[in-house]
């Protein structure tokens, strides 16, 4: 079953004469791992928010479980993928690390006592239980990606697209997150990472979607490096 559909979907930014994404068609089945390899300006981020509905394409379609991106709301969207994207601090916008990953669990309806739970259980994954009454403002580079994956960690969503999520982490983290992605896809939960870093990707088994000048120059299934 088709997850994620892009049927010729181009798109350039306002005022670029170059299409940051050109013509590119993907089926993503709703329990792949994907990475998404490319150099820098390759277009990689930019697919992503088109993905998420954060940008309109200007060619082509782009279906997520069944109907066009374009007809979900942010919120619909965020039901049906987690995310976390390159700048992880334009995430964060809550008082506390605390209810940064609070939030959500909230929203979705869950107990006081599960959201405890939940934060207590995403945030020891990093160690960052011990800076739970802090600002995420405050918080070092790498503290805030983490914070922001673990929050988005903690809706276990069914499909998770991570846009250079190891940018400020350190090695034993990375390990850590790369055993973790490994561990929720075993269960089920799809995977897009989308990453220069060859220490998260080396070993990372599954389709790797290499991109150059916007288009899709690889898409190939690898089983080791
Ligand atoms: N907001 C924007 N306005 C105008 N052009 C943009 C904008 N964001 C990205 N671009 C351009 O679109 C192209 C693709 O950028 P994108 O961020 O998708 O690349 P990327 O592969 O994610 O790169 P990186 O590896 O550096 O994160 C680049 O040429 C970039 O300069
Ligand atoms: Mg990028």
């Known amino acids: 079953m088709v997850f994620i559909s892009l049927q010729g979907v ?11 994404v050109k013509n590119i068609s993907l089926s993503i089945g709703q329990a792949e791992k994907i990475a998404i390899t490319g150099l820098n ?35 619909g969207v965020g039901e049906k993928l987690g995310y976390v994207l390159q700048n992880p601090s334009q995430m964060l916008f809550n008082t506390s690390v605390y209810n940064e990953i609070a939030f959500g669990l909230k929203w979705r309806g869950k107990s006081k006592n599960e959201v405890h739970y939940l934060c207590k259980r995403y945030l020891d994954l990093f160690d960052l239980w011990d800076l739970r009454y802090e600002m995420p403002f405050n918080l070092s580079d790498g ?20 846009d250079e999520p ?8 990375k390990k850590k997150l790369k ?18 870093d060859t220490e998260l990707i080396t070993g990372f088994e599954g389709r790797r979607i290499h991109m150059s000048k916007g288009e899709v120059v690889e898409d190939a299934v690898r089983y080791t490096d």
Request: aromatic share 6%; glycine share 10%; proline share 3%.
């Open 179 to 196: 055993d973790i992605l490994q561990e929720i896809w075993r269960r089920g939960t799809g995977i897009m990472v989308i990453s220069h």
């Open 10 to 20: 181009s798109y350039a930014y306002n005022g670029r004469k170059e299409a940051a």
């Open 41 to 75: 300006g390759s277009g990689k981020s930019t697919l992503a928010k088109l993905i998420l509905g954060l940008l309109k394409p200007q060619n082509g379609k782009i279906i997520l479980d069944g109907r066009p991106v374009g007809k979900y709301s942010l919120v």
């Open 143 to 162: 503290q805030k990606q983490l914070v922001a994956i673990s929050a988005v960690l903690a809706l276990q969503p069914s499909y998770l697209i991570l």
């Open 166 to 173: 190891t940018k400020s982490i350190d090695t034993f983290r």
